[in-house]
T-cell receptor, first 118, second 114 residues
């Protein structure tokens, strides 16, 4: 079974600065997808960024980028120019690349609570 | 232009009193999921539907049931809620076998059990 570990329960950053959230995972599969989701307080979970394991290039979405190290099974999220609206719980998630019945199951890490200080 | 809608947003029920949570989607996605998220924890998948095919997670208690009468709607039934079932319940949708099989989440229903 796959596991996802986020070793930082809480992180804080000053507005306009950069912060990196860590995520490691354990799998024996070669085909999979990795995600970062953001969950603001009392608001719905939204996708921040997605990475396909077969792609060597790190995914980027505006101020959000990942450092995907497949051999090390590491998938960190970097937030540049942090804004107050970035404050949220961030979840790292894994999905198998197969299309079996369980293929779309997301396995989440425990989350990292990010605080942005003005 | 809400895409995944959950009703109600807040639900209070009594210990042992059946409760139904609702999810609807305007995305025409063929997969719908129900997750349970307890306070400060990661979401945990309860089950999902691929079209009308129901897929239960091995550790989902029998107390939890689901119905999907059509593509747009999916219901979570808790037959006899216990105090331990108090949680946020998240509905999500995706397109199976799409190159961008991303799950889109609703805002959740927070269930309180008295």
């Amino acid at each position: 079974a796959q596991t996802v570990t986020q070793s930082q329960p809480e992180m804080s950053v000053q507005e306009a600065e950069t912060v990196t959230l860590s995520c490691t995972y354990d799998t024996s599969e070669s085909d999979y997808y990795l995600f970062w989701y953001k969950q603001p307080p009392s608001r719905q979970m939204i996708l921040v960024i997605r990475q396909e394991a077969y792609k060597q290039q790190n995914a980027t979405e505006n101020r959000f980028s990942v450092n995907f190290q497949k051999a090390a099974k590491s998938f960190s999220l970097k937030i540049s120019d942090s804004q107050l609206g970035d404050a949220a719980m961030y979840f790292c998630a894994y999905r198998s690349g197969g299309w079996e019945t369980s293929g779309s199951r997301l396995t989440f890490g425990e989350g990292t609570q990010l605080t942005v200080n003005p | 232009d809400a895409m995944v809608i959950q009703n109600p947003r807040y639900q209070v029920t009594q210990f042992g009193k059946p409760v139904t949570l609702s999810c609807s989607q305007t995305l025409n996605h063929n997969v719908m999921y129900w997750y349970q998220q307890k306070s400060s924890q990661a979401p945990k998948l309860l089950f999902h539907y691929y079209d009308k095919d129901f897929n239960n997670e091995a550790d989902t208690p029998d107390n939890f049931q689901s119905r999907r009468p059509n593509t747009s709607f999916c219901f979570l039934d808790i037959r006899s809620p216990g105090l331990g079932d108090a949680a946020m319940y998240l509905c999500a949708t995706s397109i199976w076998k799409a190159s961008t099989d991303t799950q889109y989440f609703g805002p959740g229903t927070r269930l309180t059990v008295l």
